[in-house]
């Protein structure tokens, strides 16, 4: 029996998930969250095989959560699922620990088939995104935010979203002076000396969506 946990702030979009999920003999729905911080509860709470997860979430972001669940050698694999499509989103996910990634126009079928596969241990990228990742390596196309640390990454969007150093620390489990050195070197690697422009950057290369920008500029 594979057991998952669905994380997505949209109660349509879990319903849907669980629609399909459910009528599988071999998938069962142990619970379900609308926020990242709930979903790593009920990860550490229930421990199942797979985690579906949203990326753009208010509070905590679908990243800071697979490397949460990474660094905590947590059993649950985790399956992004999105509307982001760019390639360099998926390679940075994966980077961080995602065992799967889906585009949130994919099929039941294509849903079941990763959800199986994930939960063998096996990774599991959804077609199109698998064909831009190979010609993104093919014709060398670089987003500047290969250049970022998952760590870093992961400080650039807590920052997009207004959070002050001393809550990203607290959330990091770092010091404040140690925020503070992260964003200085995040900032000094992407070229730009406002977290505005960092959002612009960010919206531009799939790394956030456009609204999320705007709300927080």
């Not at 071999?26 to 509860?41: K, T, V």
């Not at 699922?81 to 980077?95: G, S």
């Amino acid at each position: 029996m594979i057991n998952v946990v669905l994380v997505d702030d949209h109660e349509l979009v879990r319903t849907g998930f669980r629609m399909i999920l459910q009528q599988q003999p071999d998938i069962r729905i142990r619970g379900e969250a609308g926020s990242a911080e709930e979903g790593l509860r009920l990860i550490r709470t229930l421990a199942p095989d797979i985690a579906l997860v949203d990326v753009h979430m208010p509070g905590m972001s679908g990243i800071e959560l697979t490397e949460r669940v990474v660094r905590s050698k947590l059993h649950t694999h985790i399956v992004i699922v999105t509307v982001v499509d760019d390639a360099r989103f998926p390679k940075r996910l994966l980077d961080a620990g995602a065992l799967g990634y889906l585009t949130k126009g994919c099929t039941a079928e294509e849903l079941l088939a990763a959800v199986r596969q994930v939960a063998s241990g096996r990774r599991y990228l959804a077609p199109a995104v698998a064909q831009q990742l190979a010609l993104a390596t093919l014709d060398g196309s670089d987003s500047p935010f290969d250049t970022l640390s998952s760590r870093e990454l992961e400080v650039a969007m807590m920052l997009v979203r207004g959070k002050p150093l001393t809550l990203i620390g607290e959330q990091l489990n770092l010091s404040p002076k140690t925020v503070s050195t992260y964003k200085q070197r995040l900032m000094e690697k992407l070229n730009v000396d406002h977290v505005i422009s960092l959002a612009h950057l960010m919206a531009v290369h799939g790394l956030i969506d456009t609204q999320a920008q705007h709300a927080n500029a």
